[in-house]
């Protein structure tokens, strides 16, 4: 069973998510704590590939208040922890025109932290409208139906 920690709801309303792939994180003890009180913010970041490794910039995980000086820095680059192959196929994805790896969501597996990481295509303005139209369509359907039905 997977407890979701934190989501990054705006991915999925700025990009076209092609692909979902799950990473370890490499954290340090007081930040594993400060994840635990849900101190973690996932807006705004992003994964690179660099020399064969994959790193998360941007990712926010506040100090531990009971730390001390082994405390990190809360937008610290982080390493995540996949297979070699996994990597270098990204790698190759990310290269093609327009995508790019975006955290979708924290959680825990069992006792570790796992990372949700989109491969993604970024939307255009008109994507966007045209995504919030069908949702809107949706709901009058929805509420017509409901209404029709009482």
């Not at 999925?12 to 930040?31: K, P, Y």
Request: glycine share 8%.
């Amino acid at each position: 069973m997977e407890k979701i920690i934190a989501q990054n709801k705006k991915a999925r309303h700025d990009f076209f998510v092609e692909e979902v792939l799950e990473a370890g994180i490499s954290l340090s003890g007081t930040e594993v704590k400060s994840i635990r009180g849900g101190k973690v913010s996932l807006k705004d970041s992003f994964a690179s590939v660099r020399d064969g490794e994959i790193f998360v910039h941007g990712m926010h995980i506040s100090p531990y208040e009971q730390g001390n000086i082994f405390n990190k820095d809360p937008l610290r680059v982080r390493k995540l922890l996949m297979h070699k192959r996994e990597i270098n196929r990204l790698h190759s994805e990310v290269m093609r025109d327009g995508y790019t790896l975006i955290p979708l969501d924290l959680h825990w597996s069992g006792a570790n932290v796992k990372l949700s990481l989109g491969l993604c295509k970024g939307k255009k303005l008109y994507d966007k409208r045209e995504t919030a139209a069908k949702r809107d369509a949706v709901r009058n359907m929805d509420r017509a139906l409901k209404e029709r039905q009482a």
